[in-house]
Structure formats: C-alpha cells, structure tokens
C-alpha cells in the first residue's frame, strides 16, 4: 500500500522502541514504527537460530528490526533471508539498508520487481515526483540499491529454505502485478502482503478480526485480486499474516468478505465514473459510508469519526485506487 502523508513521527534515530508479538511456530510481527502503532508489521520467521525478515517497512525501521534480533539472542548475521511481499516501499523501503546490516542475507523478490530493487533510481524519482523530495526523504528515508548477486527471483513455485523450513511462493496479482504470496510450509500460513486486505487492532471485537481491501494505486485489478483472494482460502490455511496488521484467523469467512467487497467497491467506483474531477470525492464518501456500515455490524463501538480517523489514509488511497480503474477501463 503505497503513502505518504505529514502526520506521523518516526522513532527518533537511535532510539527505537521495538513492540514484537509471539505468535509460537518461530513466527513473530515486528511494529514498524511507520504511520502509527500497529499500523505496519515487519515479519520474522525464527528457525533454529536463523532468521526470515518478511518485508522491512521503510528504512526507518531497520532500527527496529536489529533491536528485535537482539531481544531474541540473536544478531545480523542470523538472517538469510529478506522475503519481500512487493517493492511498495512501505515494505521493501528498507531492504537494501538491512541488508547492508545482514552479511549472510539475500533478498527475493518477484521477477517484475529485480530491476527496481537493483536500481531503484527510477522508483524513487517517481516517489519524489509525486509527494516531493523533502517528504518522501521524511516518510520513506530513501532507497538503497541492492547488489545483483544478493538479489533472488521468486515467481510462481519458487520454494527457499530456512535451516531446513521450506518457505514458498504463490503469484498474488490483484494489489500489484509484482506481488508474492509467502507461504510457510511448516504451518501452511500465508505472509500476505496486501493482497489479502488490512485488518486494524483497533477494529477487532468479539466478533473477532474485521478486514478490508486495499484498492490503492495504480494496479488494482479486481478480477485477479478475487482470484488471489480465493486461492489463499481454497489453500485452508490456519492463518494470514498481513503487513497491516500481522495476524488473522478464520480466513475462510474473511476470503468470502473480501471477495463480496471488491465487487461493492466497484460498484461504488462506477457510480462515479462520469463525475470528473469529483470522482475521488465522491468515491472516497461512498467508500466510508460502507466501511463504517460494516464495521457497527462487526460490534465496532468507535464513534464515526474515530472509525475514520483510523480510516483516513486507506479511504484516500482506496478512491485514488478506484479513480486509477475506472481510468484503465477507457
């Protein structure tokens, strides 16, 4: 999910504060410090004293990362592996400064997103082009090239191994065409980026997790993103782990909620597809209106606006999203 915005603070350099949850199986989720608590996990897969980073949030968090190693006994050269879900740079904005900390990591990627992490002079000049360079400096810290020999493909079936513990990738186009699914074998759970939705903490009730879908731009495509959405649940697995925010339970009910939600965004984007300039607007009100719907019939007790407020950033992407669909359809 690609952002930026002027609203939050990151830890101060030299000072993080790492907030790691256990979830057993050597799987932890790391808070990024990005945007808020709770907002963006970085992923870690523990095996016999070797280690998996599950995508690095920005390069503000690689503090944070080397804390959460060493809470754990362990230093940079335990890690092997940097797993990248995608190259939007709220996940993989930091892999070439972790792995400057990392001697024995390599990174992988899927084969549409090598070139970019190789010389991501042409991703970063288009992040600049668009937020300016003084935010994008502030909200991302920058992007380092990785050397090609570190650099490891993962299409379709690719399968890597963890002192011994097989990690596979799944194709997962939907939220972007160079997105992996992440499966860990030894558990049969899944590290799904973006594609399989956001779920909030503060959105969980007794009902359990509530998750949403992220149309964001530019490359939302709704019938490939149904498509990955079902194959993560015809897969069963006993959970997901999503990069906002960590883990989720009871797939199968949330896949279904998903897949009936992609087609009401939709609906929504193309009851504004002749509004023009307004289109955002007008998308985004409708967009709020059916999350915060759906969110009172999960239990929700939040008062709206703070339902929105947590909302704020995902609302704005989603209909900027939309706009960029509806555009793709000329």
């Not at 945007?35 to 995508?55: K, P, T």
């Not at 495509?221 to 649940?233: F, G, M, Q, T």
């Amino acid at each position: 999910m690609p952002a930026a915005h002027s609203f939050h603070q990151h830890a101060a350099a030299g000072q993080p504060t790492a907030q790691m949850r256990n979830f057993g199986d050597g799987i932890f989720a790391l808070d990024s410090g990005y945007v808020r608590n709770e907002f963006d996990a970085v992923h870690l897969i523990v095996e016999q004293g070797r280690v998996a980073v599950i995508d690095t949030a920005t390069q503000y968090a690689v503090p944070r990362i080397l804390e959460a190693l060493r809470g754990l006994g362990l230093g940079p050269e335990s890690v092997d592996w940097i797993l990248l879900t995608h190259i939007h740079l709220d996940h993989a904005g930091g892999a070439g400064a972790l792995l400057e900390r990392c001697p024995n990591a390599r990174v992988t990627v899927h084969p549409r997103g090598l070139k970019h992490l190789a010389d991501p002079s042409k991703l970063w000049a288009a992040v600049c082009d668009v937020y300016g360079a003084e935010m994008a400096i502030r909200e991302y810290g920058g992007m380092d090239p990785i050397p090609t020999d570190r650099l490891i493909e993962t299409p379709e079936g690719a399968v890597v191994e963890l002192a011994g513990r097989k990690i596979e990738f799944w194709d997962a186009p939907g939220h972007a065409r160079h997105h992996v699914f992440i499966r860990d074998c030894h558990t049969n759970s899944f590290f799904t980026g973006d594609t399989f939705g956001i779920s909030y903490r503060d959105f969980d009730t007794a009902q359990g997790a509530y998750v949403f879908v992220t149309s964001s731009p530019s490359q939302f495509n709704p019938e490939e993103l149904k498509a990955s959405v079902r194959r993560i649940s015809d897969a069963a697995p006993p959970a997901v782990y999503l990069t906002h925010y960590a883990q989720v339970r009871d797939v199968g009910r949330h896949a279904q909620h998903l897949i009936k939600q992609i087609d009401d965004f939709c609906e929504i984007a193309l009851a504004h597809q002749g509004a023009g300039l307004a289109r955002a607007d007008l998308i985004q009100k409708d967009l709020a209106r059916l999350i915060v719907s759906e969110l009172r019939d999960h239990g929700v007790t939040l008062s709206d606006a703070a339902c929105r407020e947590v909302l704020a950033l995902d609302l704005k992407l989603n209909s900027d999203g939309l706009v960029c669909w509806l555009d793709s359809l000329k």
